[in-house]
């Protein structure tokens, strides 16, 4: 979606604020779909061997499906794709669903797309050719292992996605637009603001295959493995990590705004120091108040750096790892976002 510098901007603000000039923007994570607990993931060396244990809250919102057997519903990551190996060929279909979703019937969607972390490096030579539909439903329920992704009733509306770029592990990716499987759910009859959307990713048969085409992602109950490495030779910590869950983002026109004022907090509340951010840290002050929850996203929309907490005025944060360029940070404060502007040099 090609836009203005200027008119992202609005756009991305009037996401996050109470009251906008008819455009809106919802950005949600997977979430647990109800009290669904936690559990210890353990982590193995190369000879299996049970060396330490990481405890991990659980969602039944991202799923997979291997052929026509669906998998454990708790697993530190989500496969699409075709394993095409001689005598063990598998089509691989996943699904994930993306709660409250504060879209108002009779919107018009603008973009929608899904980000994720890829759990693993992949090469250009791993082409997956995957179709991405939604489940037609008006309010999609969670996943469970009595019933298979394949057998939900699916949308009219599908995305080709063609997955033939180098992926490097921790890397963030994002799928092709996929606002017309949003627009055909929002027009249902029964579709109400706050309902929930379940995508679902699949494979295809691509024939005999030496590698393995398919794209593996963080799940929400993701875990870094101490015995991966990123591109710079750093190892996993064995810590789960909120900003790596799949995370939906979608624009759309319609939107009503609120009678009060008052719903909306004003972004002149907060302040960055510096605003040209040239030595890799910044200083938030928001009036006299304390705010929650720090999200940096680049022009894309993408989501590049979270502080998760509850911070006081005058709190620092270090954004020394942010490429140069326009980003937006939001905070949570007085029951609204708030989002500002700097930039990186």
């Known amino acids: 979606m090609k836009k203005t510098l200027l008119a992202l901007l609005v756009v991305f603000v009037a996401g996050f604020y109470s009251q906008t000039n008819g455009q809106g923007m919802v950005d949600v994570r997977i979430i647990p779909a109800g009290d669904e607990g936690e559990t210890y993931f353990y982590l193995e ?3 299996d061997v049970v060396y330490d244990s990481v405890l991990v809250s659980l969602s039944s919102d991202d799923a997979e499906q291997e052929n026509d057997a669906i998998d454990a519903l708790y697993d530190d990551d989500l496969d699409a794709g075709w394993e095409g190996q001689e005598g063990d060929a598998s089509i691989l279909t996943m699904g994930m669903r993306f709660q409250n979703l504060t879209i108002p019937p009779g919107a018009t969607i603008d973009s929608a797309f899904i980000i994720v972390c890829s759990h693993e490096a992949k090469l250009s030579d791993d082409i997956a050719n995957l179709t991405v539909y939604g489940d037609a439903s008006d309010n999609a329920p969670t ?45 249902r009859g029964g579709w109400a603001s706050g309902n929930a959307i379940a995508f679902i990713i699949a494979g295809e048969n691509q024939g005999p295959s030496d590698v393995e085409n398919a794209r593996e992602w963080e799940a929400y109950e993701n875990i870094s493995d101490p015995g991966d490495e990123d591109e710079a030779g750093n190892p996993g910590d064995g810590q789960n990590h909120p900003e790596r869950v799949p995370q939906l983002i979608v624009y759309y026109d319609g939107y009503t705004a609120p009678s009060s004022v008052e719903a909306a907090t004003n972004s002149d509340n907060l302040r960055i120091y510096p605003n040209v951010v040239t030595e890799g840290e910044i200083r938030l002050v928001f009036g006299n108040s304390a705010f929650n929850n720090v999200n940096i996203y680049n022009t894309l929309g993408q989501q590049v750096k979270s502080f998760f907490g509850s911070y006081e005025n005058n709190a620092r944060f270090s954004v020394s790892d942010l490429p140069s360029g326009m980003y937006f940070l939001s905070i949570d404060a007085n029951n609204s976002k708030v989002v500002k502007q700097f930039i990186v040099k």
């Open 45 to 47: 060396d190369d000879d």
């Open 143 to 187: 996943f469970t292992e009595d019933s298979l992704i394949t057998d939900r009733a699916q949308t009219s509306a599908t995305v080709a996605w063609t997955v033939a770029e180098d992926w490097k592990i921790w890397g963030f990716y994002r799928t092709p637009d996929l606002k017309t499987i949003v627009q055909e759910i929002v027009n």
